[in-house]
């Protein structure tokens, strides 16, 4: 009955998420400290966390959706909607937004026709905006996936998006 009970409660992870958060679950005395990770296995695997799937790792990690929720809503790159295989996020803090990033956010948009937030129609790609990514000397700054891309201009943006 136990085992019914726990299979239903983690519907829709799959065995190798469950595997993976239990492994992190692990490393810790308390499985608050999961909560971030957790959420970034689910992502690596899908992209993105649906409501379904927080509330699957709620259950797993014992805690309330609404922590997780909380988690994920203050971490910018833990997404909870669909992105596209890579998401540009262009730094729209203080001194990139004193040295273009509007117009990089426009030209990326532009290029891609979306809105922040929303997936190219082929989808690869999605822009969104993010706080002060440390590079400020080097503004204005995208991060294009994993990858820090500094002075941006124009040209750097056609470059980015291979056009
Ligand atoms: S303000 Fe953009 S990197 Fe700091």
Redesign the pocket.
Known sequence: MKEQTEKSSFEGLSPAEIREINAEISEYEDKMAVSTEALKIIQKHRRWVSDECLVAVAELLELSPAHLEGVATFDNLIYRKPVGKTVIHY???????MLG?DQVRERLCRHLNVEPGEMSADGEYTVLPI??????D????VMVGDELRLDITEDVVDEILGR
């Open positions: 730094c729209n803090s203080v001194t990139c937004w990033s706080v002060c990514l440390g590079a400020c080097h503004a204005p700054v």
